[in-house]
């Protein structure tokens, strides 16, 4: 390798990383004053550090399938418990419908941790690439990702809090007291989407803070022609259509947040009023019928808003492998690690209790019917 490659891997790999954008674009005119044969050379390093090919810690294949069983689960368990009120209350009905509960309940607790450690992950990320301190592994792609999965998260968790605070109070403060905590760490992440989706772009001349320009509309699209070529980018009315849902997801989540701490305050605050809407609301609507009709909205409702995120989670992973093939860089997004295999198996002890609760019922039948089996005619 003679002396000119080696500078020009030296120079490279000074571009694998950034932390500002204003910092990196100055960093990218340094190295190669937008020649486009320099340019290429550093191909790699430069489109992994602005829109990113794969962060296994945020969209890898562990990870999206621990999305899934959030968002499945919930449903599963939501459908399962709205029907025990239309099915007939037989001995066996009311036997499944409380390991159904219990289920649920374990479910919640694994939700609700796995929905926190998203969202601290998400905030810690977004903080270091918002505030200029390191945007390393978060280019503009895995920062769409990012968004995406913090939503995924916590509209799921909506799901066990509907139906379990429609079947019984018993630690319905504790689940709030959670949620609540999970969505002020959402909050920050809904501020960080709206910001970026929304502010004034730094590309084009005089974009800059106080007129400068960092840098021009013709050098920014060089680095995306570069970038994208051969790669079915996200057209501008799929990015429309991710961030309307992803708007109104935010707003549902939010306002399901503020509707319920409200309530909470205001029995505690004001328990006399709060106790006469209660039960004005249960003689208007008795339980049976308030509860199919609630459940039916919150289902239709949330997968509404949850089936486009997905979309947009396995789009944006499409268009990362594209961009991670085209620029001879390595996606790891559909390797198992460490991190994802702890993913998918913090959901375990739902599948775990529910079966111990099925084979402990059956034990206790056979039990129950084996003296019967003994005694002499």
Known sequence: MNASNMETLSNCSSLASRSSFIDYVEAINTTTS????????????????LWGDGNADISGIGMVVGYIFESVLGL???????????????????????????????????????????QISCVVVLVRRDLGINANGLGGLTTQITWVI????????IYPLVILDQLSEKRGGYRLFLFCGCWVLFCYTFISQMIGEFAPSQVGQGAGQGGTTIITTDEWNSLTDMCFSGV????????????GF???????????????????IGERQWPTPAS?????????????????PLVMFWVVLLTILTIPQYWGLFRLRNIQKSLANSTSNAYAD?????????????????????????LQDGSSVTSQASPKGNQKP
């Open 76 to 118: 599963i368990f939501i459908l399962g418990l709205a029907l025990k009120r239309t099915i007939s209350r037989t001995r066996y009905s009311e036997k499944y419908s409380n390991i159904l509960v219990k289920g649920c309940n374990t479910f919640f607790d694994c939700a609700v941790f796995f929905t926190v450690s998203i």
């Open 232 to 243: 079915q980018s996200m057209r501008p009315s799929e990015a429309r259509v991710l961030r």
């Open 150 to 157: 913090a939503l995924l998260c916590m509209l799921s968790l």
């Open 246 to 264: 992803g708007a109104m997801g935010s707003l549902v989540v939010t306002t399901y947040g503020v509707v319920r701490l409200l309530w909470f």
């Open 334 to 358: 559909n390797q198992w690690a460490f991190g994802q295999v702890v993913a998918v198996t913090i959901f375990a002890p739902v599948f775990t209790e529910i079966g111990y609760l099925l």
């Open 34 to 49: 937008f020649n486009t044969t320099l340019l290429y050379e550093c191909q790699g390093e430069i489109c992994n550090a």
């Open 276 to 292: 006469r809407i209660r039960k004005r609301t249960v003689a208007a609507f008795p339980d049976g019928q308030r509860t199919a």
